[in-house]
Antibody, heavy 115, light 107 residues
Framework: QVQLQQSGAELAKPGSSVKISCKAS????????ISWIKQTTGQGLEYIGY????????NYNEKFKGKATLTVDKSSSTAFMQLSSLTPDDSAVYYC????????WGQGTLVTVSS | DIQMTQSPASLSASLEEIVTITCQAS??????LAWYQQKPGKSPQLLIY???SLADGVPSRFSGSRSGTQYSLKISRLQVEDPGIYYC?????????FGAGTKLELK
């Protein structure tokens, strides 16, 4: 069955970076783009962007350009999102999701930015 | 960006009651709309896509409709497992945008 397993919670200091992962299984990795979504209590759900798992091509929401960097490792069927220059506003749960209308989601990764 | 105005922000309903949640798009998005249910501590789950199509495994008491740029999610007979937060999503143009959510509780 399709599964997206995300890496564990992160506690990071302001100004630092984190890299979270999304390991896919149960399907051919390059069949679906992987999208990333941010969820906060205040801003709700925000679409960050997606990566073409075959070519590595990316498309970002303008709001997240320079903040998020999406990559993939086809050999391990894993997608990554690096968040840089962290501020408290980056504290959120981040999800990866696939298949058309996001039929499958990872379990989410909590990122907390605090000094 | 396309704005999705979702209402109500919260509602309380009784078992077996009919519940309707709406999303108003700021421009024409055709049928490029989906609905999700999210329960505490869980990821969102796809309910409806293409404005009216039921996702796999979703009970038939859930349905979606469209009138112009207004979209509705209807739960025909509220069940004990249905409380949660419901979101709409427009997939017409990037960046895809979500509604703010509707918190549904059992009365």
């Amino acid at each position: 069955q399709v599964q997206l397993q995300q890496s564990g919670a992160e506690l990071a200091k302001p100004g630092s970076s984190v890299k979270i992962s999304c390991k896919a299984s149960g399907y051919t990795f390059t069949s679906y783009y992987i999208s990333w979504i941010k969820q906060t209590t205040g801003q709700g759900l925000e679409y960050i962007g997606y990566i073409n798992t075959g070519s590595g091509g990316t498309n970002y929401n303008e709001k997240f350009k320079g903040k998020a960097t999406l990559t993939v490792d086809k050999s391990s069927s894993t997608a990554f999102m690096q968040l840089s220059s962290l501020t408290p506003d980056d504290s959120a749960v981040y999800y990866c999701a696939i298949k058309g209308w996001f039929a499958y989601w990872g379990q989410g990764t909590l990122v907390t930015v605090s000094s | 960006d396309i704005q999705m105005t979702q209402s109500p922000a919260s509602l309380s309903a009784s078992l077996e009651e009919i519940v309707t949640i709406t999303c108003q798009a700021s421009q024409d998005i055709g049928n490029w709309l989906a609905w999700y249910q999210q329960k505490p501590g869980k990821s969102p789950q796809l309910l409806i896509y293409g404005a009216t199509s039921l996702a796999d495994g979703v009970p038939s008491r859930f349905s979606g409709s469209r009138s112009g740029t207004q979209y509705s999610l209807k739960i025909s007979r509220l069940q004990v497992e249905d409380p949660g937060i419901y979101y709409c999503l427009q997939g017409y143009s990037a960046p895809y945008t979500f509604g703010a959510g509707t918190k549904l509780e059992l009365k």
